[in-house]
């Protein structure tokens, strides 16, 4: 078993930053956040890619070849299913040799016509995305923020929302986008005795307790957030089960 990972909030912090995740506790509201800064969504390298690659063909032309690609893909996974199920049996052995042939040129071709089609829709979907609306230019609509992943665990409620920050180059136009993001949880009750209850900060034995239910994450994988305080000194402590990431 590995061992939890402990976030800790001496008496009078109620905040505390650990692997990139934020943790704040505000325990007058019984409310704790955890949040978390994510990569922008797209890379400077893959905005110059798309931005090049329009310069060069028009944004249309980008559009057009990623349907061109899927309707490739879809055709040469279609033949390789004819060609599954043509009944090699029924025919001549030099027959068999073409169908093998066959069935093997399309398994690289819709290998690479995935690939195609993947490349296609990032540059598609950039040349989408890097649009404002309010000034109607292509390539000016960007993140100025990074965007951030925020979970909140109230008494009765637990929600995941991510946030994005967009705005125009061009403009000014801006679009902060708060998306309610779904999440697999329930709770479960605390351990009324702790077997080891001694806090760490003043010394007072029989002093923590799991003041919170156990917020659970993920049916399968059971991610568990427990919830401590010293009722001594004021002590706030977050037990997360092993390898626990909020995203
Ligand atoms: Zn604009
Ligand atoms: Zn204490």
């Known amino acids: 078993m590995a061992k939890d990972k402990r976030i800790r909030f001496p008496s009078g912090s109620y905040q505390a930053f650990c692997e990139g995740i934020r943790y704040k506790i505000d325990p007058e509201n019984d409310i704790v956040e955890m949040t978390q800064k994510l990569n922008p969504r797209y890379s400077p390298e893959s905005r110059e890619e798309a931005v090049n690659l329009a310069n060069k063909h028009g944004v249309e032309k980008i559009q057009k070849r990623a349907r061109l690609f899927s309707k490739l893909l879809l055709l040469s996974i ?11 049996n029924f025919s001549a052995n030099s027959k068999n040799f073409f169908i093998s042939a066959g069935r093997f040129l399309t398994i690289v071709s819709e290998i690479i016509f995935l690939y195609m089609f993947g490349y ?6 950039y040349c989408t995305d890097s649009y404002c609306e309010k000034c109607g230019k292509h390539f000016v609509f960007e993140e100025f923020q990074a965007p951030l992943v925020k979970e909140e665990s109230k008494i009765d409620v637990y929600t995941k929302t991510l946030t994005q920050y967009w705005h125009c180059r061009n403009c000014g136009h801006e679009a902060i986008k708060i998306e309610l993001q779904s999440i697999d949880h329930h709770h479960e009750k605390r351990q009324g005795n702790l077997k080891e209850d001694t806090c760490e900060e003043c010394g007072e034995e029989h002093a923590i307790e799991e003041y919170r239910n156990i917020d659970v994450l993920n049916y399968v ?3 568990k957030i427990r919830y401590f305080k010293c009722r001594n000194c004021g002590y706030h402590e977050i037990r997360l089960s092993k390898w626990f990431r909020i995203v």
């Open 221 to 223: 994988l059971k991610k």
């Open 120 to 125: 296609y829709r990032a540059m598609m979907n």
């Open 78 to 88: 279609l033949l390789f299913l004819f060609l599954m199920f043509f009944p090699a």
